[in-house]
């Protein structure tokens, strides 16, 4: 068995094993150590004997042993289980019997890798570290960060929750609500930077989409009765749809209106609208939360045939829901987009220039790309190309930067 396939194995089963080994150690650094060292021992063992039939048992079993002999060998380790009154030799093995165990786990690991004492920065590199199952280098070539600074993160996660004295548990009652927004925040936005990569060469890097929404598909598994879990799901299912359309044969930006919507994916498209109906269900007549309403704008947009067929009083309509429980300047400048096709540009543009004063935006790329696509489909192309250009000068990716310029070279044609 080559070294790969038995990284792959570990990177599927590593958060089961890390969240188990929470439970009994009470110690993120512990347990992430202990089940590297699971992950050595089956790269000297697998290729020889061949993956056990359950590689996930194998590896907590193993891991079990492991903190044994470093307990013995190892002060730093026997006086942190001390100070938890713990001793590995006096537990049963940590592998959880039953599926529901493993759930909790889960679970908790989940929230404690999201947990708000932690910068936004720590908790996306812890989560993607224990839950993605990524090294830190792949943490760090993601987002484009020097592997040290991720490395820093990390480690400096896990002393915050050590010190912070962060239960290793699953929130319930008015802390609940906050604790789930940390962790839905957390995926969003590696999905995000996935979907439309913040700076550098690539629009889109398809691997954090692809954890985020294995890590969104996860979460609704276990939380079925949290409607905003399966409105973030549905959300990430139907924008995912759409990736391999994002981008031409060279790479270069392929922006929605000149998609070919039949390189969307259809089985997410399924699988989002499917998740969204479990949101609203899960609603139960209560107000949608701003993840499902965001999933009802990107389900309008699959249901359309072609992109002139799209409903965009529906989507006006939901943006203004969106505005009423959870109001920014960027869902108000979306909003304005939605309003140009569906009123035409001019009563957009109004929109827009009365936001161009709100230092949120201040630097935000979008606000003159969207202000000269809005002019320039009213005929104003010397203003509009001025407005690609100072978009372009602000954007760190580079598709971005040379799609912008390419608008700037043709101001007048349509190009949303």
């Not at 929470?22 to 993956?51: F, H, K, M, N, Y």
Request: overall charge neutral.
């Amino acid at each position: 068995m080559t070294t790969a396939a038995v990284e792959a194995v570990f990177r599927i089963e590593s958060p089961r094993i890390v969240a188990g080994l929470t439970r009994v150690v009470r110690d993120l650094g512990i347990a992430e150590e202990l089940a590297q060292d699971a992950l050595v021992a089956a790269l000297e063992q697998w290729p020889e004997s061949g993956v056990p039939e359950k590689p996930g048992a194998w590896l907590m079993a193993t891991a079990r042993h492991r903190a044994i002999d470093l307990v013995r060998r190892r002060e730093t380790y026997a006086r942190k289980l001390a100070e938890v009154g713990r001793s590995l030799e006096d537990v049963p093995s940590p592998e959880p019997a039953e599926p529901d165990a493993i759930d909790d786990d889960l679970l908790r690991l989940i929230f404690t890798a999201c947990h708000p004492v932690l910068s936004t920065e720590a908790r996306i590199a812890l989560t993607l570290r224990l839950l993605g199952g990524l090294t830190t280098e792949e943490i760090a070539r993601a987002f484009l960060a020097p592997e040290p600074t991720v490395a820093q993160r990390i480690v400096r996660a896990k002393r915050t929750l050590g010190r912070e004295g962060v239960a290793f548990e699953v929130p319930y009652g008015p802390d609940r609500a906050a604790r789930l927004g940390s962790v839905l925040e957390v995926i969003y936005l590696v999905f995000n930077e996935g979907y439309t990569a913040t700076a550098g060469g690539d629009w889109l890097r398809p691997a954090l989409c692809e954890d985020a929404l294995r890590l969104a598909r996860v979460l609704a598994g276990l939380m079925e009765r949290e409607p905003e879990v399966h409105g973030l799901a549905a959300l990430l299912e139907l924008q995912a749809s759409r990736t391999a359309a994002r981008t031409g044969p060279d790479g270069a930006v392929v922006l929605l209106a000149d998609q070919n919507r039949a390189r969307w994916d259809r089985l997410l498209i399924r699988r989002g609208v499917a998740a969204l109906e479990r949101a609203v269900a899960a609603a139960d007549g209560g107000g949608l939360g701003p993840y499902t309403v965001q999933a009802a704008i990107a389900a309008c947009h699959a249901r359309a045939a072609a992109y002139g067929d799209t409903d965009w009083d529906t989507i006006v309509a939901l943006y203004d829901r969106l505005a009423a429980i959870a109001p920014s300047p960027v869902v108000a400048l979306n909003r304005a987009v939605a309003v140009s096709m569906a009123r035409g540009p001019e009563a957009a543009l109004a929109l827009v220039d009365a936001l161009a004063a709100d230092p949120a935006l201040d630097g935000y790329h979008l606000l003159p790309s969207v202000r000269g696509d809005l002019l320039a489909r009213t005929g104003r192309t010397g203003e509009a190309r001025a407005e690609f250009v100072r978009a372009a000068g602000l954007t760190r990716n580079a598709r971005e930067r040379a799609m912008l310029l390419d608008r700037a070279g043709h101001p007048a044609r349509d190009g949303r």
